[in-house]
C-alpha cells in the first residue's frame, strides 16, 4: 500500500483537463479526493473512473472564488472523506485581450478565480493541515508568469500565485505542511482548444506549431502534469517546498 493511503486530498477545477488528471492520479496513488469544480455533475465522470478503478472519490460543487461556498464545501468535505491534507489549486479561466481592449471584468474575473480562489481554498484546508501536522499544497501556475501577450490579467495571476505559494511554505513548514507551484508550459485540454478558437487557428495547427518550439518537440498532456503534482504531495517530498516547477518540455517559456 502506497504511504499516501488514507490521505484527503482535495483538487479544485477537477471535472475535466489538467485537475480531472491530478484526481484520477491522486487516486491511484492511494488517497480519497474530493473532485470540486463548479457543477458537481460536470464531476461525476471523474468520479466515476476513479470509483472504477477502485479507488474514493466525492463530486463537489464550489466556486472558489465564493467564500461562503469554499467553507462548506470544505466542512462537507471533511465530513464525508475525512481531513483534507492535500491541496491542489487547480481552478482556473482565462479572459485574454490585449492591455488597451481589457476591460476590468476580465481582470477582476481571472484574480477571483486564480488568486481569490486559491487564497480562500488554502485558508479553509489549512485549518486541517495544521491541526493534523501534516500536509501539502500545490499551486496552478504556469510559463506565462514569465510574460506573455495578451494575458496582462492571467501572467499578473499565475505570478502572483509564486509569491503566494512562498510565503505559503514560510509560514506553514513549522506545521509539516509543503507549499509548491507547477508550471505548465503548453497543455491539450479545452483552455488551450479555446485559445486555438479565439485566435481564429485550427487546434492541430497551434499543436504543431508549439510542439516545433518545445525542446522535447511535442506538447503536453495532462498527465505529464499530474505526475509532477503526485510528487510534490507524496510523503517524500517533504524537504521540497516554496519552489516553482516549470513542466514545459524545456528550459524557456
Ligand atoms: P480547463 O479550462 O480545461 O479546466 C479548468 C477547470 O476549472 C474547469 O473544469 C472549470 O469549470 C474550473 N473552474 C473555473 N472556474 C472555477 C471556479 N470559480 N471554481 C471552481 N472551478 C472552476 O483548464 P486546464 O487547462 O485543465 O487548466 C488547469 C489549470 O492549469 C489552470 O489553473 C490553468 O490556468 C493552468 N494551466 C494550464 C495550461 C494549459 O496549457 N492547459 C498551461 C499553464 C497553466
Not at 491541526?131 to 499578473?156: C, D, F, K, P, T
Not at 517524500?236 to 524545456?250: D, H, K, L, R
Request: with cysteine; charged share 20%; aromatic share 6%.
Amino acid at each position: 500500500m502506497s504511504p499516501s493511503a488514507g490521505r484527503v486530498a482535495v483538487v479544485t477545477g477537477a471535472a475535466r483537463g489538467i485537475g480531472a488528471a491530478t484526481a484520477v492520479r491522486l487516486a491511484s496513488d492511494g488517497m480519497a479526493v474530493a473532485v470540486l469544480d463548479l457543477d458537481d455533475k460536470a464531476c461525476l465522470p471523474v468520479v466515476e473512473a476513479v470509483e472504477a478503478a477502485g479507488g474514493r472519490a466525492l463530486a463537489v460543487a464550489c466556486d472558489v472564488s465564493d467564500a461562503d461556498r469554499v467553507a462548506s464545501a470544505v466542512a462537507r468535505v471533511a465530513a464525508e472523506l475525512g481531513p483534507p491534507t492535500v491541496l491542489v489549486n487547480n481552478a482556473g479561466v482565462l479572459r485574454d485581450n490585449l492591455l488597451f481592449k481589457m476591460s476590468d471584468d476580465d481582470w477582476d474575473t481571472v484574480m477571483d478565480v486564480h488568486l481569490r480562489g486559491a487564497f480562500l481554498m488554502t485558508r479553509a484546508v489549512q485549518a486541517y493541515m495544521t491541526q493534523e501536522h501534516w500536509g501539502r499544497i500545490v499551486n496552478l501556475s504556469s510559463i506565462s508568469a514569465l510574460g506573455n501577450r495578451g494575458q496582462v490579467n492571467y501572467s499578473a495571476a499565475k505570478a502572483g500565485l509564486q509569491g503566494f505559494t512562498k510565503t505559503l511554505a514560510v509560514e506553514l513548514g513549522k506545521f509539516g505542511v509543503t507549499a509548491n507551484a507547477v508550471g505548465p508550459g503548453f497543455v491539450v485540454t479545452e483552455m488551450t482548444r479555446a485559445t486555438a478558437q479565439r485566435m481564429g487557428v485550427p487546434f492541430e495547427t497551434l499543436e504543431q506549431e508549439m510542439a516545433e518550439r518545445i525542446p522535447v518537440r511535442r506538447v503536453g498532456v495532462p498527465e505529464d502534469i499530474a505526475h509532477v503534482v503526485s510528487f510534490l504531495v507524496s510523503e517524500q517530498a517533504g524537504y521540497v517546498s516554496g519552489q516553482v516547477v516549470y513542466v514545459s518540455g524545456g528550459p524557456q517559456a
